[in-house]
Nanobody, 122 residues
């Protein structure tokens, strides 16, 4: 399984960006895909995850009501719509995948994408 993330960029505070993660290889509906982010000098942190079987998503508190995670099972793709962006959202964003029906909020995912930079200017 390979994950390809894209959609990062530079945006002003209050703006929006949409990240996509495309999975190649054998991804099944009983998998979970997630986004993490890592700011300079900080540990990688959980952002959101989605169960591919149901489409139900989970979010870390700091992005709730601003970010929306969705999936397109036919295309093996998940998308993270990020609205009302703040400078503290600046980080490299990574998508991850694992064959589990549960939501994993740690970095214990088997598969990772290469990361895409999101920079929010104040």
């Amino acid at each position: 399984v390979q994950l390809q993330a894209c959609g990062g960029g530079l945006v002003q505070a209050g703006g929006s960006l949409r990240l996509s993660c495309a999975a190649s290889g054998r991804i099944f509906n009983d998998w979970t895909m997630a986004w993490f982010r890592q700011a300079p000098g900080k540990e990688r942190e959980y952002v959101a995850a989605i169960r591919l079987s149901t489409g139900s998503a989970d979010y870390t508190d700091s992005v709730k009501e601003r970010f929306v995670l969705s999936r397109d099972n036919a295309k093996n793709t998940v998308a993270l719509q990020m609205n009302s962006l703040k400078p503290e959202d600046t980080a490299v964003y990574y998508c991850a995948a694992d064959r589990t029906v549960g939501i994993i909020t740690t970095t214990a995912y088997d598969y990772w994408g290469q990361g895409t930079q999101v920079t929010v200017s104040s």
